[in-house]
Each structure stands twice: as C-alpha cells, then as structure tokens.
C-alpha cells in the first residue's frame, strides 16, 4: 500500500510522454546559455509532477507547468519590461523596473499560448502566478509556486527543508501559505524591494484565515 507521501503512481499516456519530450527538448534549446536555469526548470516540472502526485492535483498538468514556468527567463530584465510593457502588463502601483524580476511568469502566460495553442488555461495561470502569487490561488496554482521554491537545486536552507518536510504532512494550502510567507521574509530580510502587490495578497489570504 503506498504511503500519502508517495501519492498516485498512474504513469503517462505515450503521447503525454511525446508531448513532456517535445517540451523538455525545445526548453533545452531556448536555455541552452543558462543551463542553471534549465536544470532549475526540468526539476521544477518533476517537482511539481510529484507534489501534483501527492495532492491529488492533475500530474501531467503540473509537469507542463513545471518545465514551461521560467520559459521568459530566456529574455533579459531589460527586454522583458519592454515586452510587457507592449503586452500592457501592469502590476499595481510599481513601474515595470521595480518588479522586473516578477514579469517573467506574467510575460510567459501570454507568449506561450502563441507557439503551444493547445495548452490549457490552467496552465498558463498557474505559470502566470508563479512569482507572486494571487490571494485565490487553486490547487495547480499552489503545487507550482511551492515545487518552484523546493526543487533540489535549490539547496539546503533552513526554510526550504522546513518546506521539504511539511510535504504531504499539512494540507496543500498550508504549504503553500508557509512557501508564500517564507518568500515574503525573503525579500525583506535581503533588503530587497517588496511589491505592493504581494502585501494585498499576504492581507487578503491572512484575513481569510483568521
Ligand atoms: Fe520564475
Ligand atoms: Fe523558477
């Protein structure tokens, strides 16, 4: 019998292996010249497959995001503000500078759809809302945010093996929560700017909660 911990087993349709294939292959192509950020990427999808797994969340659905979530890290900051710019992107209350590191999901969800037509609205929001999150975020939503932060390249820090070890022991959303909070002290702790936004979803879920 296998543990809550190991989760479903139900492996793959071929052709949703041929689809994980294609996908990991024209990663491999567009982050040839950072490969830390390809590694990053194949592990997030197999991070996300398996806390997907766990959960009871879609695991072929968690895979697509997983491999495809940092696919605008292939453009520099510089670039990626002007894209989003044109794509009328706005995160509230910051100029595109400031939260240029946040673009890359909000840029993806909206370039994706034109080389891979077929993939499903889950998706591209979940990847949409990798970065910062959303105050109702769903479970996919969830999985991908928290493999993000805890695939195995990230290393060994205390918060994210704390992470680690809350799997499968406290419910996704819990997770979640933790993962999100953890990040916010993050960025505080390194000095960095904190989005305006990121602080309504922190109150909005905290309210929720209390
Ligand atoms: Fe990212
Ligand atoms: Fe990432």
Do not use: C
């Not at 968690?62 to 995160?91: F, P, Q, S, Y």
């Not at 932060?149 to 992470?163: K, Y």
């Amino acid at each position: 019998m296998s543990s809550a911990r190991e989760g479903s087993e139900a492996p793959f349709t071929p052709e949703q292996e041929a689809t994980i294939a294609s996908l990991e292959a024209d990663l491999s192509e567009r982050l040839a010249h950072k490969p830390r950020r390809l590694s990053h990427s194949l592990n997030v999808g197999h991070e996300a497959e398996r806390l997907a797994r766990i959960y009871g969340v879609d695991p072929y659905l968690a895979r697509l995001a997983g491999i495809l979530h940092d696919w605008e890290k292939a453009t520099r900051d510089a670039e990626l503000v002007d894209v989003a710019r044109d794509l009328g992107i706005e995160l509230a209350g910051d100029e595109l500078e400031e939260v240029a590191p946040l673009l890359h999901g909000y840029v993806a969800a909206k370039t994706l759809p034109e080389r891979y037509p077929w993939l499903p609205e889950e998706v591209l929001r979940a990847i949409e809302r990798h970065t910062v999150g959303a105050a109702d975020m769903g479970p996919l939503d969830m999985v991908l945010f928290v493999a993000d932060g805890i695939e195995p390249s990230r290393g060994s820090v205390a918060a994210l093996d704390a992470q680690r070890e809350l799997v499968g022991t406290v419910s996704l959303e819990e997770l979640w929560w933790r993962a999100f909070r953890d990040t916010i002290a993050y960025v505080v702790e390194t000095g960095r700017h904190l989005y305006p936004g990121t602080i309504a979803i922190y109150n909005e879920v905290a309210a929720r909660r209390a």
